[in-house]
C-alpha cells in the first residue's frame, strides 16, 4: 500500500503518483450516482461518457471547476473509490497526500479540497502550487538563481509563474483554458453557422481539427469535420461540416487572453529575473498544450520564444513526485509542511 500520494485533482483529468509505481492513475474528473441510492455507478471515462445523456434517475457530476472543488461530497466519493481500485490505503494504514492546487486558491477553498480528500480516506495533506509542481515536472531549474518561467493551460485553468531560487516571484491565472476553447467553438457555431452543439462535440472539434495557428508547421490537422446539432432558426436536426479554420477563428479572442495572462506576470519582476525570461522563452505545459500551433501562437503574440514541455500533460504530477523525492525543492516555507506529512 502505498504512504505517500501525489494528487492532481484537475478540472478534467486526475492524476495519482506514488512513491512505489510512480504514475498510477489517469482518470477524468467525473462520476455518476444513483439520485435515489445515492450510490456510484459511474467514474471516470465512463462517467464522461454518461454526461447529458442520462435518465432522470442518474446523476452526473464534474466535481472539480476552474481548478478547485466545487461539489465536496462527490469529490470525495469519487476519490475513496480512486484509493480503494488503486489500493492505496487500508483501514489501518492511510496515505499522506500532497496536493497540487490553484496558485490563487482561496482558504475557503483549500479547506473544502482538503476535507474531501480526508473524507476519502487521507490521513494528512499538504498543498503545493500547481504551477510550480508543473515547473518541476517540466525539468525547469526551479532551485536556480536564474529566472525560468512557465505556462500552463489546463481543463479549467490558465496558470502563469516566472520562478527563481525555488520560489514564485510573480504569478497570474485566469479561468480561461480548455472548458473555455470549448464554449468559444459553441458560440462561434450558434452565431456564424446558427448550429447549436453540446459540449462534447465543441471538444471532439477542438481536438479532431482545431488549430492555434495554421501558419506553424505543414502538418497541422488541417481539414474538415461534420457534426451533428440543432439549427437554431428551424429547431431541427442538422448537419454541417466546420472546417480548421473556422475553429481558429473562434479560438482567436481566446488566445489573446491567454497570451496577456502570460505577459502580465512578468510585469514589475526585477530586470535581472526579466532578462533571463527574455533569453530562455516560456515552458508550455497543461492538456490544453497539445492544441496544434499553440506554443507559435503564444511565441507570436508575446514577442517570447515558447517551448512545448516534453511530457505537457503529466508535468503537474511528476513534479508532485519529485517533490516528494526531494522536499527541499519547494523551499524551506513548505518543507516543514511537507516533512511532517512525509
Known sequence: MARYVGLDLGTAYTRIWTLENGIVLRSPTAAAMDSQTHQLVALGAEARRMLGKTPENILTFRPVRDGVVTDLEVTARMLDAFFANKKLRTTLRRPAVLLATPYRITEVEQLAVENAIMSAGARAVAQVPAIFAAATGANLRVTS???????????????????????????????????????????????????????????????????????????????????CGRDSVTGLAARKVVSSQEIYEALAPSLDAVARIALSALENVPPEISGDVQTFGIMLCGGSALLPGLAKAIARRTGLRVTLAADPLDCVIRGLGMIIRKPTIWGDELQDRIRSIL
Open 145 to 227: 538563481p536564474r529566472g525560468c518561467m512557465i505556462l500552463s493551460v489546463g481543463g479549467g485553468i490558465t496558470e502563469a509563474a516566472v520562478i527563481s531560487a525555488g520560489g514564485i516571484i510573480s504569478a497570474r491565472s485566469a479561468k480561461l483554458a480548455g472548458e473555455r476553447f470549448d464554449m468559444a467553438i459553441i458560440n462561434y457555431l450558434k452565431h456564424r453557422r446558427n448550429l447549436l452543439v453540446g459540449d462534447a462535440t465543441a471538444e471532439a472539434l477542438k481536438v479532431r481539427v482545431g488549430v492555434a495557428d495554421p501558419t506553424a508547421t505543414p502538418s497541422l490537422k488541417e481539414g474538415e469535420m461534420e457534426v
